[in-house]
């Protein structure tokens, strides 16, 4: 385990006696999205309703976007587009920038504040070829190019 990264919010703790944590990041809830790698950065949602973008080696924050809800399904990334949701909203960012490229808001989003985030988390998106599928708290599958 020599060289891994600890990932933790503010309400969990990481054993850095062990002598294996070479570097961590701290967010401001829990973590319950599932970290996706890619060039070197790790991309992780946070329920304090953060995306962000760590460098592996060094362990420094690339970049964060703040959206309206927790972030607790995991990306999907094609060529340069990170694609996540929060619940509410579908989102496609720029992944070395982190700015916004696209924002879809769901129709019946408000579903999505009577959800208890203990038990509930949201689909990660997939791509095939150029098409991206997002799965919905309002029950639908919405897919975009």
């Known amino acids: 385990m020599a060289g891994a990264l600890i990932l933790t919010s503010l309400m969990?703790?990481?054993?850095?006696?062990?002598?294996?944590?070479?570097?961590?990041?701290?967010?401001?809830?829990?973590?319950?999205?599932?970290?996706?790698?890619?060039?070197?950065?790790?991309?992780?949602?946070?329920?304090?309703?953060?995306?962000?973008?760590?460098?592996?080696?060094?362990?420094?924050?690339?970049?964060?976007?703040?959206?309206?809800?927790?972030?607790?399904?995991?990306?999907?990334?094609?060529?340069?587009?990170i694609y996540f949701s929060d619940g509410s909203s579908f989102y496609a960012l720029d992944k070395n920038t982190g700015k916004n490229i696209w924002k879809y808001r769901i129709d019946s989003a408000e579903i999505t504040e009577s959800l208890d985030p203990w038990d509930y988390h949201h689909g990660a998106p997939v791509i095939n070829d150029s098409v991206v599928f997002f799965g919905s708290v309002d029950g639908c599958l919405y897919c975009f190019n």
């Not at 890619?38 to 992780?44: E, P």
């Not at 962000?52 to 964060?64: F, N, P, R, V």
């Open 12 to 81: 969990q703790c990481s054993r850095q006696d062990a002598g294996f944590v070479t570097a961590f990041f701290e967010t401001g809830d829990r973590i319950q999205s599932h970290p996706v790698i890619d060039d070197r950065t790790i991309y992780f949602g946070s329920n304090d309703n953060g995306l962000y973008a760590i460098d592996l080696e060094t362990g420094k924050q690339k970049w964060s976007c703040t959206t309206n809800y927790n972030i607790q399904g995991s990306v999907a990334i094609q060529d340069s587009i």
